[in-house]
């Protein structure tokens, strides 16, 4: 049975991932899946492939946040793509339709996603990601750290829910 007014949950990271990686990222898409969650990313390859084939698997709803005009260049596993032609612009429509984030490894890319979650007040769960509260002090958002998948989604979806309350 679907869940009414689902928490909704971004999962951000590399384009290219270690297999231990991609593993995690599939298991956080079942999880979130499982959880009732909509699981928002950016539609292309590594964390974000995974994380949908994950999602699928259990019948989940996975919305992929393309960077191009095509909307057939999504993975496989995009339930619902949304070309955008924004390039990495659209790492912003992520964040805001996100109310927690993963990150599952990444690069550039990703710490760009972060500081946006960071700067509107989102949380995001690092599971072996950027370590960027070790630079300093952070005015809105915050970073959490875990070490395993159930972990991670455990924490996103308790940070969704704090920001609904």
Same mark, same amino acid.
């Given at each position: 049975m679907p869940v009414p007014n689902p928490p909704r949950i971004g999962v951000i990271g590399g384009n290219r991932l270690s297999p231990d990686d991609y593993g995690d990222a599939v298991e956080v898409g079942r999880l979130l899946a499982r959880a009732g969650a909509v699981v928002y990313c950016g539609g292309m390859a590594g964390a974000m492939e995974a994380v949908?084939? !994950?999602?699928?698997?259990? *019948? !989940?709803?996975?919305? *992929?946040?393309l960077p191009g005009d095509d909307p057939a260049a999504a993975n496989p596993h995009v339930k619902v793509p949304v070309a955008t032609g924004m390039g990495y612009a659209r790492n912003y429509i992520i964040v805001h339709s996100s109310e927690a984030l993963i990150a599952i490894g990444g690069s550039e890319g990703t710490l760009n996603e972060m500081a946006a979650a960071l700067n509107l007040g989102r949380t995001v769960v690092c599971l072996r990601s950027w370590e960027v509260d070790r630079l300093g002090r952070m005015e809105r958002g915050r970073i959490a750290h875990a070490m395993s998948p159930d972990e991670a989604v455990r924490a996103a979806l308790e940070a969704a829910a704090s920001r609904r309350a």
């Open positions: 949908c084939k !994950g999602v699928a698997q259990e *019948g !989940g709803t996975s919305v *992929g946040i």
